[in-house]
Structures are given as structure tokens and as C-alpha cells.
């Protein structure tokens, strides 16, 4: 190994400032890739301990490279190896063990995963889900469209595709906002940033999110109905190797999590963009059409799946540096998304781009649910359009999105409109 590659693995000045979970990175990481993609496209970060890939090019190469690039511990920047304190051990073993499942594994279990929840998307299934979504969505901004005020983020973003992802599963629909803070507990766990006396008040949460989940497949395999969750129970028990209960439960924590956290920054970051927006939002409110191709700019410039995380199997050289079998990288989607060498003047929003973004991921691990989630992002711009006229930001509130390891999403936002 020559002595100029060896040395790119010291830590260099962007390696010493990638903070992706704190201010200022947090608020807009743009300008820092921006600067990483130019001067060093791929870095060691100190904070992390991995490697950082921020080039459109690169991003895909490794995406696609399910061979050398594992995607164990994918959600995470650390892999699970080191055992939680005893104090979070104690309430973690009152659960089901963590295992590899759907975006956190290698075929061939990746592919059996894959296959259950495919089949439980499936394209019979999306032919029905408008007119569900459309009445969701109807249904929660009659709830707040006279006030002439919202936060939309709670009301709103996370509501609709929460509200759905439980409808699709067959749990009971006011059991949405507990699902919703179990799986903040569960990003708690998956992070483990916090203090530790909170992270054992997460992992109790976490614990009883397992169970209720555990007894809903317990439920459908003794009474099967006509949803989601029973085609994958249903499923998972007709394999020449059967899915165990911590493997199906697994399956669903990512399932849900990717169902509507994700889909909650699309719909945010959409609202956000017509708001500040007053030619854009009138243009989508007098003709739809324009809100898919919309919807594709706020995917790339939003990038709800900010990063995920790969291993790699063996040594390999990737942008001039040389990464060891054994090391960690993030690849950074939102770097990718824009990249001057794929999108001209990357900072621009412009609906009318037709190169394809990463937001979805690429190669094996591109997501099941982009169907769904254009779907849901489509029908929600459609409604806020439609119902609440003259949509716009409430001036002075400042901005922040919620400190997460691979999703982005605004933690609140203010809008207001002529309410009748």
C-alpha cells in the first residue's frame, strides 16, 4: 500500500467537523458536503469512526455492491458488537432479541424478507389504498382547516401515513400515537446518544412495543384477516424455514418505521416547499399534475433517508482511498442528491429535473415502499392544496428536524392560511 493512501485514513478537516446529529450540520449539512464532495469525497470521520462517501458516483457503486458492502447494522453508524450497560440490559431482555432483517441484512435472508413484504405492498393492494388515504386525509384536515392555523408536522405528516401504515397492518387505528412513541423509543435505543437513565425509560417502551407486536402475529396466525400483517405471518409460516416470532417482529419494527417516519419528512419537506412558495403552491393547487414531478424535487432536495451504513467484506479502494475489510461507511444520500456532477446547480428546486435521485436508496435494498410513499406524498400536497388557500409560513418560528442516524424529518412546522 503506497504511503499516499495510507495517509488519507488520518483524520483531515472534515473528518473533525462531520457532526451530522448536531447544529450546525443538523439544521443544513449541504454547505459541509458541498466542501467534502470537492476537497474529499471520501473521509474517516472522528465522530462517527467510519468512513463517508458523498459522491453521487461512489454513493450507487457501494449501494449496489451487496457482495463487498454488507448491510448488517445499516440503520446504525456503530454495529451492535459491545453489550448495553447492565442497567438497559436488564429491561432489553424482557423483549425479543435484535436481529438482522429486511434493510439490515444480506441475502439470502435479505431476499426471503424482501419477498414476504413485497407481497404484502403488492400492486392489487396500491390499486386500493387511494381512496383510503384520500378519506384519511380529508378526515384530519377537517379536524383543524377552520382554526386558519397548524402544526402540521404532528397533525398532519405523521398522522396521515401513521394512520395508514396501521389501517395496512390491521391494528386498531387509536393505537397510532403509542406506535408512534414506541418507535421514538425504539430510535432512541438504535441511537444510543442519550443519558442512560432515559435510554432505560426507551427501552421499556421499546420492550412493550415488541409484545404488542408479538401478540398481533400471535393473533393473525389463529385468525387470519385481509391485511398486510397476516399475508406476511401467513407468509413467513409456509417457508421451507420458517420466520421465528423475532425475526417476524423485527420485520414489522422496520416495516412500520419505514411506513411512516420516512413518508412524514416527504410530506413536511412537500408542505414546506409550497408554503414558502406562493407561485409554486398556486401552480399545483390549479393543476396536480405538477405536484409528481414536485414531489421528486422534494425527494432529492429533502432526502428523508439522509445516510445508511454498509460494512465492507474486504478491502476495496473507493475514491482514492483504501478501506479495509472490516470498516464501517456511511453512505450519505443527501450528499448524493446533490452532487454538481449529476444536478446542475444542486441548490436550485426545479421540478422539471429528470435525473434520477437516491432518495429511495438503489441496487437490492431500494425501498419496497416508493410506490406508496408517492402515492401518499401526492394525495397529501392534493388536499393541503385543495383545502387550506393561500398556504404560507408562519414568519419567525426557526426550523430544526429530529436528531436521527439515517431519517430526516422537520420536528415542527407552522403554517397558516385564509381560513373561511
Not at 458536503?33 to 470521520?45: G, I, K, L, T
Not at 403488492?122 to 397548524?150: H, N, W
Request: net charge negative; with cysteine; aromatic share 8%.
Amino acid at each position: 500500500m503506497s504511503e499516499a493512501v495510507e495517509s488519507t485514513r488520518a483524520v483531515s478537516e472534515c473528518g473533525r467537523e462531520h457532526s451530522p446529529l448536531t447544529s450546525p450540520m443538523l439544521d443544513d449539512p449541504r454547505p459541509f458536503y458541498a466542501r467534502a464532495r470537492s476537497d474529499e469525497p471520501v473521509f474517516w470521520s472522528e465522530s462517527l469512526g467510519l468512513w463517508v462517501v458523498t459522491r453521487y458516483e461512489d454513493v450507487c457503486a457501494v449501494a449496489r455492491d451487496a457482495a463487498r458492502f454488507s448491510s448488517v447494522d445499516s440503520i446504525q453508524p456503530k454495529p451492535s458488537t459491545a453489550p448495553p450497560p447492565p442497567e438497559l440490559l436488564a429491561e432489553l431482555v424482557k423483549g425479543f432479541p435484535l436481529l438482522p432483517s429486511l434493510v439490515t441484512s444480506d441475502p439470502p435472508d435479505h431476499t426471503r424478507a424482501r419477498a414476504l413484504v413485497t407481497k404484502a405492498l403488492s400492486l392489487r393492494r396500491l390499486a386500493a389504498f387511494e381512496p383510503i388515504l384520500r378519506e384519511i386525509a380529508e378526515g384530519l384536515v377537517d379536524r383543524f382547516a377552520a382554526r386558519g392555523r397548524v402544526e402540521l408536522v404532528e397533525a398532519f405528516a405523521i398522522a396521515l401515513p401513521g394512520n395508514f401504515i396501521i389501517d395496512l397492518l390491521g391494528l386498531p387505528r387509536e393505537d397510532l400515537m403509542r406506535v408512534n412513541d414506541w418507535t421514538n423509543d425504539s430510535t432512541e435505543i438504535f441511537a444510543m446518544h442519550k443519558p442512560l437513565a432515559q435510554l432505560v425509560e426507551h427501552a421499556r417502551g421499546f420492550v412493550a412495543y415488541q409484545h404488542y407486536l408479538a401478540a398481533a402475529i400471535e393473533e393473525r396466525r389463529a385468525r387470519p384477516r385481509d391485511d398486510a400483517l397476516s399475508d406476511i405471518v401467513t407468509g413467513a409460516d409456509a417457508l421451507d424455514r420458517p420466520f421465528g416470532m423475532p425475526e417476524l417482529i423485527n420485520m414489522l419494527l422496520q416495516v412500520i418505521f419505514a411506513g411512516y417516519e420516512t413518508t412524514a419528512g416527504l410530506i413536511a419537506a412537500g408542505a414546506h416547499r409550497l408554503a414558502i412558495d406562493p407561485e409554486l403552491f398556486s401552480a399545483a393547487k390549479r393543476d396536480p399534475a405538477v405536484i409528481p414531478p414536485l414531489i421528486e424535487e422534494v425527494l432529492r432536495t429533502a432526502s428523508p433517508i439522509h445516510a445508511m451504513y454498509r460494512t465492507a467484506n474486504e478491502d476495496v479502494e473507493l475514491g482514492g482511498v483504501r478501506i479495509r475489510k472490516g470498516d464501517r461507511l456511511q453512505i450519505a444520500y443527501i450528499s448524493a442528491n446533490h452532487d454538481e456532477r449529476r444536478f446542475e446547480d444542486p441548490l436550485r428546486f426545479d421540478v422539471h429535473r429528470s435525473t434520477p435521485h437516491l432518495a429511495f436508496g438503489h441496487g437490492i435494498h431500494y425501498c419496497i415502499g416508493a410506490p406508496l410513499a408517492r402515492l401518499e406524498g401526492r394525495i397529501a400536497l392534493e388536499v393541503l392544496t385543495r383545502r387550506l388557500p393561500n398556504l404560507r409560513f408562519v414568519p419567525g418560528q426557526a426550523l430544526s428536524f429530529f436528531p436521527s442516524a439515517t431519517a430526516r424529518r422537520l420536528e415542527s412546522l407552522e403554517l397558516e392560511w385564509d381560513a373561511p
